[in-house]
Nanobody
Framework: QVQLVESGGGLVQPGGSLRLSCVAS????????MGWYRQGPGNEREVVAT???????SVEDSVKGRFSISRDNAKNTMYLQMNNLKPEDKAVYYC?????????WGQGTQVNVSS
């Protein structure tokens, strides 16, 4: 079973930056579509950014211009670069891998944005 492990969360002031990492236990990027999701307090989990098997990246409008998604195939690692963070970005951020009905989640990493 493939495992996903996120890291890089923490506390940052508004306007600050964080880079989240998601390490996959196997080389799956050519097989699975990958993505970052988040779940804020009292909210449902929502997609933040995705990167397809062939490498096409997409970022949701709510974070466009501030967040970017990328991956390093050699390191089996996906990244989420988050700039100009806002208090509303506070959430648990999850890494996701999906291939048809096969969906894998990481354990999540907490991001807090506060002065």
């Amino acid at each position: 079973q493939v495992q996903l492990v996120e890291s890089g969360g923490g506390l940052v002031q508004p306007g600050g930056s964080l880079r989240l990492s998601c390490v996959a236990s196997e080389n799956i990027f050519s097989i699975y579509g990958m993505g970052w999701y988040r779940q804020g307090p009292g909210n449902e989990r929502e997609v933040v950014a995705t990167i397809a098997r062939e490498g096409t990246a997409s970022v949701e409008d709510s974070v466009k211009g501030r967040f970017s998604i990328s991956r390093d195939n050699a390191k089996n690692t996906m990244y989420l670069q988050m700039n100009n963070l806002k208090p509303e970005d506070k959430a648990v951020y999850y890494c996701n891998a999906a291939k048809w009905a096969d969906i894998i989640w990481g354990q999540g990493t907490q991001v807090n944005v506060s002065s």
